[in-house]
């Protein structure tokens, strides 16, 4: 989850091509599977960060790990680090990965979570929660990493924690 200090913090996103195997076209942090060749899981993250954006590790400062996640649907487990980035980075993505990039300051996401009783998404309807910003849709695992990463923000009294979605976590089938 990278955090980049604009003016006012900010998140960084990807919306993933509609080419890759899987979560065609959704909003996701950079991330993806841990090689052999990757020390740790916080190697991997920085390492795939670097492959979707062109970011390099020592542009980011890793600020901690959130709960590692196990997703509904595609049944990866997740290790998310949140990253600090102190100036608005040269990015370089990937188009094989990466079909754009989102910048949503921290602020305008606070108040804009809501549960959907059906959120459809490629002929299937899923219950789970959802951020809207801009008529952008995150939802899924990276909606869940988002209310976690506010939980945090609200334990240290950062930030407020957005209200408890209508929808348990993990998803059941």
Do not use: C
């Not at 459809?120 to 990276?142: K, N």
Request: no cysteine.
């Amino acid at each position: 989850m990278p955090i980049v200090a604009e003016p006012e913090p900010t998140l960084l996103f990807t919306v993933r091509t509609e080419t890759l195997p899987s979560h065609k076209g959704q909003i996701s942090f950079p991330g993806g599977s841990i090689d052999p060749s990757d020390p740790t899981s916080e190697a991997a993250a920085l390492r795939e960060a670097e492959e979707e954006l062109g970011l390099g590790p020592s542009a980011v400062r890793i600020l901690g790990e959130l709960d590692t996640v196990l997703t509904h649907v595609s049944g990866y487990i997740v290790s998310p680090f949140v990253g600090w980035i102190d100036k608005h980075p040269s990015l370089a993505p990937n188009p094989t990965e990466v079909a754009r990039v989102l910048l949503v300051p921290l602020a305008q996401l606070t108040d804009q979570i809501r549960a959907e009783p059906g959120f459809s998404h490629g002929g299937r309807t899923y219950p789970t929660e959802a951020w809207i910003w801009r008529g952008s849709v995150i939802w899924g695992v990276t909606a869940h990493l988002l209310r976690l990463f506010f939980e945090v923000l609200a334990e240290a009294g950062l930030a407020e924690a957005p209200a408890a979605p209508s929808v348990p976590w993990p998803l059941s089938s």
